[in-house]
């Protein structure tokens, strides 16, 4: 058996103990953690559980302001593709004109 089990024995993992050459562990954080730039502004990171937080939650989406550019230029381009869509299908636009 002492045969046997010296073909059939796994091997072990080998461990490297790894440190980072230009780490200064006084920062901040680890350099073995992950995290995206921008996640402490994300509101959809950890959603609220439950109806009131779901609720509140929407409450400040609303209440904080966007780019005003933004909703200009979203706006324009909406009425650019309800024009297009218009044309498209040939919709009459003299019926809202009194002759």
Do not use: H
Request: glycine content about 8%; overall charge positive; hydrophobic content about 40%.
């Amino acid at each position: 058996m002492g045969m046997l089990s010296k073909f059939t024995r796994l091997k072990r993992s080998k461990k490297f103990e790894y440190t980072p050459r230009y780490y200064d562990d006084k920062g901040k954080g680890s350099p073995f953690k992950i995290e995206p730039k921008f996640d402490q502004y994300r509101s959809t990171l950890n959603p609220a559980r439950g109806l009131k937080g779901k609720v509140g939650s929407a409450m400040s989406d609303i209440k904080r302001q966007g780019d005003t550019n933004l909703k200009i230029r979203m706006a324009v381009i909406l009425a650019i593709l309800v024009l297009i869509v218009l044309y498209i299908i040939d919709f009459d636009l003299s019926i809202f004109f009194p002759n």
